[in-house]
C-alpha cells in the first residue's frame, strides 16, 4: 500500500510544481495511469467506490461481485473455513496447476483437498493473502473468468509468494460459482 500512496504522492507533486499550463508528456502519461493505480487501490480499501466514482472508472454490477466473491472466498481460505469456502463452488470443479488437472466430485472431496492445501502445502508460516491485481473476462451473461495476481504473507507481514491464478465462474441459479480454478 505505501508503493501506491507513493505513486500519488508522485502524481500530485508532479501536478503541481508544472509551470505550464498545457500538460507535459509526463503528466499525460502519469494521468492515464492514475485510474489503474487508484482503481486497484479502490479495490483494496474501504473507500474504493468513492475513488471509482471520481475517477468516472466504475465496474460493472457482475465485476464487482466477482471480485467480491474471490476475496470473501480468499478470507475463508485464510481462516481455514472450509464450509464456508465450499459454498463459493459449484460440482464438480476442476483444479489444473498445468500439469495434470484434478476434477473434485463433491463438497467432502474439496474440503479434504483445501485442508491439504492450505494446513500441508502452503509456504512456512502463511497469514493472509492481498489481491494485487486482476482482470475481469465476462464471456457471456453466465460465464466470467477472473485472473488473478495476490501475493501471501507470513505473520511478520512479509510477501512469502507471488501467485497467479485464473478463476472461472458460472452462473448457477442466479448465483456466481466457482467451477474451475488454474493456478499459473
Given at each position: 500500500?505505501?508503493?501506491?500512496?507513493?505513486?500519488?504522492?508522485?502524481?500530485?507533486?508532479?501536478?503541481?510544481?508544472?509551470?505550464?499550463?498545457?500538460?507535459?508528456?509526463?503528466?499525460?502519461?502519469?494521468?492515464k495511469k492514475i485510474p489503474n493505480i487508484l482503481g486497484n487501490m479502490a479495490d483494496q480499501t474501504p473507500f474504493g467506490v468513492g475513488i471509482r466514482s471520481l475517477l468516472g472508472n466504475k465496474k460493472s454490477?457482475?465485476?464487482?461481485?466477482?471480485?467480491?466473491?474471490?476475496?470473501?472466498?480468499?478470507?475463508?481460505?485464510?481462516?481455514?473455513?472450509?464450509?464456508?469456502?465450499?459454498?463459493?463452488?459449484s460440482?464438480?470443479?476442476?483444479?489444473?496447476?498445468?500439469?495434470?488437472?484434478?476434477?473434485?466430485?463433491?463438497?467432502?472431496?474439496?474440503?479434504?483437498?483445501?485442508?491439504?492445501?492450505?494446513e500441508e502445502k502452503i509456504q512456512e508460516d502463511y497469514k493472509y493473502s492481498i489481491l494485487n491485481k486482476y482482470n475481469f473476462i465476462k464471456l457471456n451473461d453466465d460465464f466470467v473468468i477472473l485472473d488473478v495476481h495476490y501475493s501471501r504473507y507470513n505473520s511478520k507481514y512479509k510477501k512469502i509468494f507471488f501467485g497467479r491464478g485464473l478463476f472461472y465462474y458460472k452462473k448457477v441459479?442466479?448465483?456466481?460459482?466457482?467451477?474451475?480454478?488454474?493456478?499459473?
Open positions: 500500500m505505501n508503493f501506491i500512496k507513493k505513486k500519488i504522492c508522485l502524481i500530485f507533486l508532479i501536478h503541481f510544481i508544472s509551470y505550464s499550463q498545457q500538460e507535459s508528456d509526463i503528466e499525460k502519461i502519469l494521468l454490477q457482475v465485476e464487482s461481485t466477482i471480485v467480491n466473491l474471490w476475496i470473501k472466498y480468499n478470507k475463508a481460505f485464510e481462516y481455514k473455513d472450509y464450509d464456508i469456502l465450499s459454498n463459493y463452488f460440482y464438480p470443479v476442476v483444479f489444473n496447476n498445468l500439469e495434470e488437472p484434478v476434477t473434485i466430485k463433491n463438497k467432502d472431496q474439496l474440503v479434504s483437498r483445501y485442508k491439504t492445501l492450505r441459479n442466479t448465483k456466481w460459482k466457482l467451477f474451475e480454478v488454474t493456478t499459473l
